[in-house]
Structures are given as C-alpha cells and as structure tokens.
C-alpha cells in the first residue's frame, strides 16, 4: 500500500486543514525520498507517514499548532525514531 493523502490523513487526522494548501501531498513525497524501503522493508508506508508528519509539524502550519516542542523536537519524530530502531538492530553489511 502507497501512502497517499487520504490514507496519510485517515491516520493523522490533524493535518485535515492542511490538505487544501498542498503541503501533505509535497511532504509524503519528500518522505518517500528520505525513507529507504530497502532498510524499513514491510515497514515503509509507517515510517513514510511518520516522517511526513513531523515535516508538516516543523513547517508553517506545525509551528503555528505549537507541534514542536521546546527542544525542537516533535512527537511525529520521537516515534519515527523508535520505527528506525525497531527496523536496524544493528551492523548492516551491504
């Protein structure tokens, strides 16, 4: 399954007012580029979607949501960071 606008925001229903703006749509692609399914397998559509979350919530409509934490962080990204862990045990050889 491709992650796409309808299934992006059926799981993040708070982006809902950003859909009109274009700025979803611009942020599941830039998530695709950044998110390798080589290394998250069965799990890339999750951390698509995680990562496309936490760039909505570091822009514009995020920083005016107050989304991001004091340390710059937000929650999309803590949890895009456990899926990373969960995915790369350890060493890879190539």
Do not use: C
């Not at 809902?16 to 998110?35: D, Q, T």
């Amino acid at each position: 399954m491709a992650v796409d606008l309808a299934s992006f925001l059926r799981r993040f229903p708070e982006f809902e007012s950003a859909k009109s703006s274009g700025m979803v749509e611009e942020a599941i692609l830039e998530a695709g580029r950044n998110v390798d399914s080589g290394v998250f397998g069965d799990k890339t559509d999750d951390g698509i979607r995680w990562m496309t979350a936490h760039l909505l919530a570091i822009g514009p409509f995020g920083q005016n949501a107050r989304m991001v934490s004091k340390d710059g962080s937000t929650t999309y990204e803590k949890r895009y960071w456990k899926l990373v862990a969960s995915v790369t045990p350890g060493f890879r050889v190539a």
